[in-house]
């Protein structure tokens, strides 16, 4: 005899048995066993007895046969405990002697996963037949369709976008509760928006395997009775709040997953059906493109905020930035910043104080925003002392101390500080665990002024020696960031200091501007062009041969 349990896709439930060794199912009423589902093909599927075992055997149907949640492609045969799936109704066999009743408590295979993408091909002329009855089907779903996608096209933030998309869900698909949940950039989810029709549902439906499965692998999900499925029965959320049935989709446009929606139902109240989850799988589709468009054009805002706020913090610096470098009779001077990421993290300045000039260049950690904003506080920090006629030694010793209090650890500045008594060429300096100024020599030789202590704000009292040159007529100083040396060639090899002496050396004559828009090209070829990787700061002060009459 074959023993059935059918679960019809209204939530029924009923016994059939057959003594007949043959029984076709389909909604045909010619079919021993007759279902009403208008999905169902007309002849569906048969059961057989042969040898004296049972075999199933699909009968060119439709939507196919699914004998344990595989797509059945030849006869098979059956046993106690078999699944058979003919579009919403669920066949549980029970060959009666061999394995006794079918309980609740046996893992019937009681959720059904199936590809979005075929569920949403699916719905044509050509799939769902030329019947009246198929056909005004499909021009209700198509109706439908068109009604939620105009709802959804006005424009609107992502958080009503959302709490739209649950209650047009809501309006179409009877359920208790449902969630949003949003995938994030490292491949978690989010609930996003959720929704409940009465006061006992959990607010949180949450079940890693519907995650994974629709969220991750693009399937539409039809449990329909969590409580039998072994799968579910770790998701707390959902098995303490009485939750049974189940469906979701996943929220899927052209470029992905961005997430799923679930409802929920008890059992003893409404079980969902394949049409649920087929028309659930077309909401959520249309529902997605408009999360993108939203989440597109918040992307789009949130990057002309940024681009506003860089062009501003970037006229900012620029005015920190000296306009123009004085003149002092017998030298040439010149000075330019190129920043890598709009704002640059680099500063310099040369002030007239009453006997000397201050030279100040300085490179703070990091890039971008954050460390111009470093910059202006070392700036500010410096400017004080700079004309109260203080050393270098002193300014960087002041400023080292106010940075370390007010700054984490991982910030701080290189920085290298230096008077130029113009009269007789004199320079006293500190170096600050910056780049080694040049000192070019007329004859060619090149001088690297090393450090005279640590980085500025590295240490809570830090202590820094001075050192002093003299700029002899036709020498130059060349002071740089780390952006000259660091640029490297495709091979990943750096300019590097020796390559920059000899530049120095073969260009030492130029005028300092000539010299600066010589080293751009000459890095430019060396990257082969390619955008800089960091700030590049450069100051060039040159000693000419003789100064004007009436001076020494």
């Not at 929606?261 to 959520?284: C, G, N, P, W, Y």
């Not at 010149?334 to 300085?362: A, H, K, M, Q, T």
């Not at 500025?456 to 020696?465: A, C, I, K, N, P």
Request: net charge negative; with cysteine; hydrophobic share 35%.
């Amino acid at each position: 005899m074959l023993h059935l349990r059918v679960e019809t896709p209204d939530g029924e439930t009923r016994e059939y048995r057959s003594e007949e060794e043959e029984v076709k199912v389909g909604r045909s009423s010619s079919a021993e066993l007759s279902l009403s589902d208008r999905f169902l093909s007309r002849l569906h599927a048969r059961f057989f007895l042969r040898d004296d075992d049972w075999w199933l055997e699909d009968l060119g149907s439709r939507n196919g046969t699914h004998l344990n949640g595989t797509r059945l492609e030849e006869t098979a045969k059956v046993k106690s405990g078999d699944t058979v799936r003919v579009s919403g109704c669920v066949l549980h066999v029970d060959l009666l002697g061999e394995t006794g009743p079918v309980t609740d408590s046996t893992d019937l295979g009681a959720t059904i996963f199936r590809a979005a993408s075929d569920l949403l091909q699916g719905h044509t002329v050509d799939s769902v037949g030329d019947s009246p009855e198929a056909i005004r089907g499909l021009a209700d779903r198509l109706r439908l369709l068109n009604e939620v996608h105009h709802a959804l096209s006005r424009p609107i933030s992502l958080d009503e976008l959302l709490d739209l998309i649950l209650a047009r869900a809501f309006e179409h698909v009877e359920c208790e509760e449902g969630a949003l949940f949003l995938r994030q950039d490292d491949g978690s989810y989010k609930r996003a928006a959720s929704r409940i029709t009465n006061t006992e549902g959990s607010d949180y439906l949450y079940s890693e395997t519907l995650l994974r499965e629709v969220g991750d692998k693009g399937l539409a999900a039809l449990v329909l009775d969590a409580g039998t499925d072994e799968r579910f029965r770790d998701a707390q959320s959902i098995m303490s709040s009485g939750v049974r049935s189940l469906v979701a989709a996943p929220l899927m446009d052209p470029e992905g997953s961005l997430g799923l929606i679930v409802l929920s139902s008890r059992l003893h109240k409404r079980q969902f059906t394949e049409d649920d989850m087929s028309l659930l799988t077309s909401l959520a589709s249309v529902a997605a493109l408009r999360i993108r468009n939203v989440a597109l054009a918040v992307e789009a805002a949130e990057r002309q905020r940024l681009q506003e706020e860089l062009d501003l913090a970037r006229r900012i610096q620029v005015a920190l930035l000296p306009a123009s470098l004085p003149e002092i009779e017998g030298y040439q001077l010149y000075g330019r910043n190129l920043p890598s990421r709009g704002v640059s993290g680099d500063f310099y300045e040369i002030v007239e104080r009453d006997d000397d000039y201050f030279l100040l260049i300085v490179d703070v950690s990091g890039k971008g925003i954050a460390a111009s904003l470093l910059t202006a506080s070392f700036e500010a920090l410096a400017a004080g002392p700079i004309e109260e006629g203080r050393s270098p030694k002193q300014v960087t010793e002041g400023v080292s101390k106010h940075l370390f209090a007010r700054t984490p650890p991982a910030k701080y500045a290189t920085a290298w500080l230096g008077t130029l008594d113009p009269d007789t060429g004199r320079v006293r300096y500190t170096n600050a665990g910056h780049n080694p100024a040049l000192h070019v020599r007329a004859s060619g030789a090149a001088d690297p002024l090393g450090p005279t202590g640590v980085p500025v704000g590295l240490m809570q009292d830090s202590e820094y020696e001075e050192a002093e040159l003299t700029l002899e007529p036709e020498d130059f100083l060349l002071l740089y960031t780390d952006g000259i040396t660091e640029s490297e060639n495709l091979g990943g090899e750096e300019f590097g200091l020796e390559r920059l002496i000899e530049f120095c050396q073969a260009h030492r004559q130029h005028a300092p501007k000539e010299f600066v828009e010589g080293l751009d090209t000459r890095l430019d070829e060396f990257t082969n062009g390619q955008p800089a990787a960091d700030d590049r700061t450069v100051v060039v002060v040159r000693r000419l041969a003789s100064r004007a009459p009436g001076h020494p």
